[in-house]
């Protein structure tokens, strides 16, 4: 977007904090705000543009999320995408044929999502259907922390899911945890304006412990939100920097992430679509309105209103993370393995993403333009009608033209003599060899044991 309209939007959103303002349904909440001197009438809160402003530069413009062994530690904010998976699926689908997910699937997931080699940080993989005791919470942090060392997600949507991820975060790294980032949450409010007491208070736990929060409205333009684009970008921009504002006045300087996950409601079905170009646009959009207030943003992408790993799923999918990570988004959530608007993951196309993610890292937009790469030396050397199989700059830059992938790069004859593979086929396999590869990561027994005993109480 050009800078006016970048403008008019974040004007737009600090008009409506200030006239029409949020609802926020917890009294220690609008307590806080009513210290700090916001105007609080009710449960409805407004704010100025100077106090918004001001905690915008509170807000650090990138954090270091650590993990349980450093090499795992992520920072969002340095340039580099962040990417997770399928987040709180409640359905597999197989072929074309569509389950609830069980404990199983969610086990199966944490393996394979650990073995991917562009998967950075694990989303909440499965919500399971055939576990219905209270504890079954506290088993699914249990597989997050011992089925993988990479960080993760914590999927907090009350009380007790926010006790518990406290509480297991301090037995896997010690009493002093929250003297670093280490339990990382995303809170979303409700579209339209409006903070349950759940996520008022998940905010205000772990800002003041200093754990990294991304604010995240899933506005549906048409029913919770504006049938406009721009309009529906003005709302969902409203809502995450009150969420921001929220963070910094618990805690200035806490780590907060900008996200956005809006997009528009089908008037014929009812159903929010992620597989249409007015999601990409917003998407976009919600990149370059959280840098030009310097802060690390999440955007939506990876999702397809598709229901198979066919031709449609590899579009919509392909479109959507491309338009964010051409941008520079810091974090993908739902990134991989996403179907039927992401109430449904597939195994195969957790592969398959994961791999368009490896290729997008690439960076195939962007070139350098030193010497050796405009190569005038080696095309003089080489001159009209030669080869440059032999020069050295030949040897050295091949290596970079293709790499191992599940997409076929072999010709006809060659790809029909090795079995005529479609490549969710060949993804299959490969799940198949992950899951075989795959070696729990180590964890010292007294914490394991720990867990396990908090998980059965």
Known sequence: ??????????????????????????????????????????????????????????????????????????????????VSNVAGAAFVIEGRDLRAGTME??????????????????????????????????????????????????????????????????IVFGAGWHEHPTMFAVINPMSPLLYDVHTCVTARELARRNQPLCVTPCAMGGTTGPASLAGLLVQQHAETLAGIVLIQLVRPGCPAMYGGFSSITSMRTGELLFGVPQFWTLMAATVELAHSLGLPCRAGAGATDGHALDLQAGIESALGLASVM????????????????????????????????????????????DDDDMALGVIAAVGPGGDYLGQRHTRVRCRDFERAS????????????????????????????????????????????????????
């Not at 899951?435 to 394991?448: G, I, Q, V």
């Open 406 to 457: 599940i997409f076929n790069r072999q010709n006809y004859d060659g790809w029909a003599s090795s079995g005529r593979l479609s490549v969710d086929e060949v993804a299959a396999r490969r799940v198949v060899e992950m899951l075989e590869a795959y070696a729990e990561p180590e964890m010292d027994a007294l914490t394991r044991r720990q867990l396990n005993a908090y998980c059965e109480q």
């Open 1 to 82: 977007m050009e800078p006016d309209q970048l403008t008019r939007l974040h004007e737009g959103g600090l008009r409506v904090l200030e006239e029409t303002g949020v609802v926020f349904k917890d009294d220690e909440t609008l307590a806080a705000f009513g210290a700090h001197g916001f105007r609080v009438d009710g449960a409805r809160v407004r704010m100025t543009g100077q106090q918004v402003h001001a905690a915008l530069a509170s807000a650090p413009s990138s954090f270091r999320l650590e993990a349980r062994h450093p090499e795992r530690d992520l920072i969002f904010g340095d340039g580099k995408t962040v």
């Open 105 to 170: 699937d969610q086990v199966k997931c944490v393996r394979l999502c650990h073995m991917a080699p562009n998967l950075d940080l694990l989303g909440h993989t499965l919500s399971p259907a055939n576990v219905s005791d209270p504890g079954c919470y506290e088993r699914t942090l249990f597989n997050y922390f011992t089925l993988s060392d990479k960080q993760f997600e914590h999927p907090i949507s009350d009380a007790r899911h926010l006790r518990a991820g406290l509480d297991m975060t301090e």
């Open 326 to 369: 051409q941008r520079g988004v810091d974090y993908i959530l739902q990134a991989t393995g996403c179907l039927s608007s992401i109430n449904a993951m597939s195994w195969e196309k957790l592969i398959v993403d994961d791999e368009l993610i490896g290729m997008l890292r690439q960076r195939p937009w962007e070139m350098t333009f």
